[in-house]
């Protein structure tokens, strides 16, 4: 757990300090440009905190960016209990009196991923979202912030490389995603490292905790913060900050070839073209394409296949010769089908 001062600031004292911090100003600017939150307008935002470092300088953040002349949205401040840890009940009451010291509304959603089959910690982040999208709609919010940082989006690349997740994997997570109808979920610290929040709630004087999670090297995450991210760290100290703007990058260059291929093949939820509609395209375009819709289909078969297969499938599809229909036969019961007139994609069920 971070230590608090002996002597805590008054809340007035704390935002002025919070206000004054340079990681305040990146993040609203952040917030904006990124997160397409506009200072100024009279909206709330919902905030998940944990009572980690990470949550805490968020929860700081925002809360400071509200009560300036030219306002931010108000945060709720909630904590998620997944019933996973004894400790979590005194990290929920620690949540509870920032919220309180800061002025801000706060909520304890108790969820149950541990009662469900399935891997517990994919149950528990479904859970927490579904919890925090459910605060957002009682209460008439717009956005949920989530406090994701530099070193959380280093972590998704390398596992999107040691699990084959192409680079869409490369370009999670995102800045701003839709979580329900007209609820966002922003990340307003993608570009911060988690250095710079410990460093943070230390300035200010404010305690916060650690999860043991983190630290179990039986998980693939803190497999890796306990062994490879260290090492890389102390080799190239910046490497979480390149590695966020290459999955900025790679979030670009994913919705600009997504809105080409949306032109010419429609939402990827369409797995049937005419051949006369993919001639005269790039290879490559199509190649992307029947990727795309394929992920829709059957996304571990789809994850599967290597580009070759891929690249292999698209010249037939964008041959002028004539022939008989071929069919392209993948994993899983994925199936590429290639005839005179039509190029579709199958899902074969056993």
Same mark, same amino acid.
């Given at each position: 757990?971070?230590?608090?001062?002996?002597?805590?600031?008054?809340?007035?004292?704390?935002?002025?300090?919070?206000?004054?911090?340079?990681?305040?100003?990146?993040?609203?600017?952040?917030?904006?440009?990124?997160?397409?939150?506009?200072?100024?307008?009279?909206?709330?935002?919902?905030?998940?905190?944990?009572?980690?470092?990470?949550?805490?300088?968020?929860?700081?953040?925002?809360?400071?960016?509200?009560?300036?002349?030219?306002?931010?949205?108000?945060?709720?401040?909630?904590?998620?209990?997944?019933?996973?840890?004894?400790?979590?009940?005194?990290?929920?009451?620690?949540?509870?009196?920032?919220?309180?010291?800061?002025?801000?509304?706060?909520?304890?959603?108790?969820?149950?991923?541990?009662?469900?089959?399935?891997?517990?910690?994919?149950?528990?982040?479904?859970?927490?979202?579904?919890?925090?999208?459910?605060?957002?709609?009682?209460?008439?919010?717009?956005?949920?912030?989530?406090?994701?940082?530099?070193?959380?989006?280093?972590?998704?690349?390398?596992?999107?490389?040691?699990?084959?997740?192409?680079?869409?994997?490369? =370009?999670?997570?995102?800045?701003?995603?839709?979580?329900?109808?007209?609820?966002?979920?922003?990340?307003?610290?993608?570009?911060?490292?988690?250095?710079?929040?410990?460093?943070?709630?230390?300035?200010?004087?404010?305690?916060?905790?650690?999860?043991?999670?983190?630290?179990?090297?039986?998980?693939?995450?803190?497999?890796?913060?306990?062994?490879?991210?260290?090492?890389?760290?102390?080799?190239?100290? =910046?490497?979480?900050?390149?590695?966020?703007?290459?999955?900025?990058?790679?979030?670009?260059?994913?919705?600009?070839?997504?809105?080409?291929?949306?032109?010419?093949?429609?939402?990827?939820?369409?797995?049937?073209?005419?051949?006369?509609?993919?001639?005269?395209?790039?290879?490559?375009?199509?190649?992307?394409?029947?990727?795309?819709?394929?992920?829709?289909?059957?996304?571990?078969?789809?994850?599967?296949?290597?580009?070759?297969?891929?690249?292999?499938?698209?010249?037939?599809?964008?041959?002028?010769?004539?022939?008989?229909?071929?069919?392209?036969?993948?994993?899983?019961?994925?199936?590429?089908?290639?005839?005179?007139?039509?190029?579709?994609?199958?899902?074969?069920?056993?």
């Amino acid at each position: 757990m971070g230590a608090a001062p002996s002597i805590p600031l008054t809340p007035k004292e704390l935002l002025r300090a919070v206000s004054r911090d340079p990681l305040a100003a990146r993040v609203a600017d952040r917030m904006q440009a990124r997160c397409g939150i506009i200072a100024g307008a009279n909206d709330t935002i919902v905030v998940g905190c944990s009572g980690g470092p990470d949550s805490v300088a968020l929860v700081l953040i925002l809360a400071t960016l509200a009560r300036r002349r030219v306002a931010g949205p108000e945060p709720i401040v909630v904590a998620v209990h997944h019933g996973l840890r004894s400790a979590a009940d005194a990290e929920c009451e620690q949540v509870a009196r920032l919220a309180l010291r800061l002025g801000c509304r706060y909520e304890r959603v108790d969820v149950t991923p541990g009662a469900r089959r399935g891997n517990v910690a994919a149950n528990a982040r479904d859970d927490r979202y579904a919890a925090l999208r459910d605060v957002a709609v009682r209460h008439g919010a717009r956005q949920v912030a989530v406090a994701h940082h530099a070193d959380d989006r280093f972590e998704t690349m390398l596992l999107a490389l040691a699990r084959g997740r192409g680079v869409r994997g490369m =370009a999670a997570p995102r800045w701003r995603r839709t979580i329900g109808k007209r609820i966002a979920l922003v990340r307003p610290l993608l570009d911060t490292t988690k250095v710079e929040c410990v460093a943070l709630c230390d300035r200010v004087g404010v305690a916060w905790v650690v999860d043991p999670g983190n630290r179990d090297s039986a998980r693939a995450r803190g497999f890796l913060r306990q062994t490879a991210i260290p090492s890389l760290v102390d080799r190239w100290p =910046a490497i979480a900050r390149h590695a966020t703007r290459t999955a900025d990058e790679a979030a670009l260059a994913v919705r600009a070839i997504d809105r080409l291929a949306r032109r010419h093949f429609g939402p990827a939820t369409v797995h049937a073209w005419p051949r006369e509609v993919l001639r005269p395209l790039d290879q490559t375009l199509v190649a992307w394409a029947l990727r795309r819709s394929a992920m829709r289909l059957d996304p571990a078969s789809a994850l599967a296949i290597g580009h070759a297969d891929w690249e292999r499938s698209a010249r037939a599809a964008c041959s002028h010769k004539a022939g008989p229909p071929r069919v392209f036969r993948w994993s899983g019961g994925l199936r590429c089908v290639i005839d005179v007139r039509e190029v579709r994609l199958v899902l074969e069920t056993q």
